[in-house]
């Protein structure tokens, strides 16, 4: 069975930090896209940050870049996205997600590019 587990979201103020991390289990996503998306209240899930099996050449959404930062391990079969200078418009459940393909192509841009998900985490950040 695979599993996606999201951790280390919470509550933060304005212009904090916080790093999310994503453990994969059941199989293996050293070879596969892997990104983070998010859901606000009444809103559709977005695309936050995606990265190849190689862990270069990240992509991020216009509205992250610059503060964000999208990593891997993939000895460990592990995802990160730290988060720095945070908004209170970041608020939203982030969801760790994995796909079957090796690169990131613009189908990742969106939510039907990935065949795995996280049950989610949320992150509030207060004004």
């Known amino acids: 069975q695979v599993q996606l587990v999201e951790s280390g979201g919470g509550l933060v103020q304005a212009g904090g930090s916080l790093r999310l991390s994503c453990a994969a289990s059941g199989r293996t996503f050293s070879s596969s896209v892997m990104g983070w998306f998010r859901q606000a209240p009444e809103k559709e899930r977005e695309f936050v940050a995606g990265?190849?099996?190689?862990?270069?050449?990240?992509y991020y959404a216009d509205s992250v870049k610059g503060r964000f930062t999208i990593s891997r391990d993939n000895a460990k079969n592990t995802m990160s996205l730290q988060m720095n200078s945070l908004k209170p418009e970041d608020t939203a459940v982030y969801y760790c997600?994995?796909?079957?393909?090796?690169?990131?192509?613009?189908?990742?841009?969106?939510?039907?590019?990935?065949?795995?998900w996280g049950q989610g985490i949320q992150v509030t950040v207060s004004s």
């Open positions: 990265i190849n099996w190689s862990g270069y050449s990240p």
């Open positions: 997600a994995g796909s079957i393909t090796r690169y990131f192509s613009r189908s990742h841009y969106f939510a039907s590019g990935y065949e795995y």
